[in-house]
């Protein structure tokens, strides 16, 4: 990972906020294994950290919160045990006692959806669009606790509406369902709407916030838990001709011919 492809600043937005952004606005700030690294390294720092209360996260460039990851780290590893290793960094960042808002701005899909899902907040641009058109593009699947947390944010008629349709949600339908607190006009506004949250919360009682989440947190890992077994299901999928298929048009930048 370039030290630049995942930025880290306390000070711009103010004393006790981290402002966290996925700076490879030339794919899309696609995750990398190694942004997830250095992500999780960031979590397990904050869960520690009573001096900060706020974390911000946010894509560069304007285009994308995030537009899923990067194919080659699963090529380049066993993916099940990848994709597990992403749900765990994405229970940390659930966990984190400060208050977490996603500030999106253009497409979030794929492991950028899954990570603005594991935020507690979500500001977007009106022009931002939701999905997982995984079943039209890479032909894998997700870990079921991300499934359930898409359909704890979104509901689920919509959550099946973005991976059995593969279509995309916009910032309008998911602030009608209260996916996201606020569709704002453009980036000035959204920078504005998220500043405005974070001084609310800088007023408001750390204890109040600490335990509801906690209590947020513990109803969410009853709820939203794996199935038995679901390992063994996902090797089958990673392991399958479709995703094989699915990774050879994704590097072609072919449109992918699935078996029926």
Known sequence: MSAEDLLIDRDRLGPGVVEVTFNRPERRNAFTRAMYGALRALCEELAEDRSVRVVVLRGA???AFAAGNEISDFLEADAVAYENWIRELLEMLWALPQVTIAAIDGVCVGGGLAVATH???RVATASSRFGYPIARTLGNALSGS???RCAATFGEPLTREMLLASRLVSA???YSVGAVVASVEDAAALDAEVAAIVDGIAQASRVTIEV???QLLSRARVAEASPE???ELLRSVYTGEDFAEGVRAFLAKEKPAFGR
Request: proline share 0%.
């Open 61 to 63: 460039g304007g285009k």
């Open 119 to 121: 935020c507690d907040l």
């Open 146 to 148: 991300i499934v359930y």
């Open 172 to 174: 309008d339908r998911a």
């Open 212 to 214: 509801t989440k906690h």
């Open 229 to 231: 077994g679901e390992e």
